[in-house]
Antibody, heavy 124, light 112 residues
Framework: QVQLQESGPGLVKPSQTLSLTCTVSGGSISSGGYYWSWIRQHPGKGLEWIGYIYYSGSTYYNPSLKSRVTISVDTSKNQFSLKLSSVTAADTAVYYCARVVTVPSEALMYFDLWGRGTLVTVSS | QSVLTQPPSASGTPGQRVTISCSGSSSNIGSNTVNWYQQLPGTAPKLLIYSNNQRPSGVPDRFSGSKSGTSASLAISGLQSEDEADYYC?????????????FGGGTKLTVL
């Protein structure tokens, strides 16, 4: 079955760029039909959508993070990535990657598969 | 401050029925379907309900969802100790820049 796994540095210095990768196994990102998303959860807090990408490269971002976020896809490696620039301590969170089912004609969207998450701490 | 409003906590005793509410507006719940996620302690969220009231394969029928207007509810019947978790609602929000994804702040369910 399809599985997602986040990877990347667990510690990032303030003002630097946070970079994470999500590797998809058991299925192809290029097969279509799904978007691929990043979601984060601040310690002890709720979930915050960061953005998502289609295999073709189409992206949608959370307006509150849009100026600092880039999500990209590498179909040859079956991976998609997150870059968040100019990080501060407020970006310390567990970052999850997830697969998104969307059917716009039915106003339908949901995250059906999630990675285990990776904690990223922003500190000098 | 989350776009969707959930009570921060809920509780019940084993066997009881518990409901968790999720309140939104015409741009999100009022015009899009609602999903619910269960997050057990120390784990990633898991899809519990999609399209307002549909259960993915493997989710017990003790869990049910409903939607009316700009509000949605998650009901758990026959409450069990393993249901103790955080529950989140989510939906698209039809903003000017295209559909954004919005979450509720989460409800911590305690089984007494």
């Amino acid at each position: 079955q399809v599985q997602l796994q986040e990877s990347g540095p667990g510690l990032v210095k303030p003002s630097q760029t946070l970079s994470l990768t999500c590797t998809v196994s058991g299925g192809s990102i290029s097969s279509g039909g799904y978007y691929w998303s990043w979601i984060r959860q601040h310690p002890g807090k709720g979930l915050e959508w960061i953005g998502y990408i289609y295999y073709s490269g189409s992206t949608y971002y959370n307006p509150s993070l849009k100026s600092r976020v880039t999500i990209s896809v590498d179909t040859s490696k079956n991976q998609f990535s997150l870059k968040l620039s100019s990080v501060t301590a407020a970006d310390t969170a567990v970052y999850y990657c997830a697969r998104v089912v969307t059917v716009p004609s039915e106003a339908l969207m949901y995250f059906d598969l999630w990675g285990r998450g990776t904690l990223v701490t922003v500190s000098s | 401050q989350s776009v969707l409003t959930q009570p921060p906590s809920a509780s019940g005793t084993p066997g009881q029925r518990v409901t968790i509410s999720c309140s939104g507006s015409s741009s999100n719940i009022g015009s899009n379907t609602v999903n619910w996620y269960q997050q057990l302690p120390g784990t990633a969220p898991k899809l519990l309900i999609y399209s307002n009231n549909q259960r993915p394969s493997g989710v017990p029928d003790r869990f049910s969802g409903s939607k009316s207007g700009t509000s949605a509810s998650l009901a758990i019947s026959g409450l069990q100790s393993e249901d103790e978790a955080d529950y989140y609602c989510a939906a698209w929000d039809d903003s000017l820049n295209g559909p954004d994804v919005v979450f509720g702040g989460g409800t911590k369910l305690t089984v007494l």
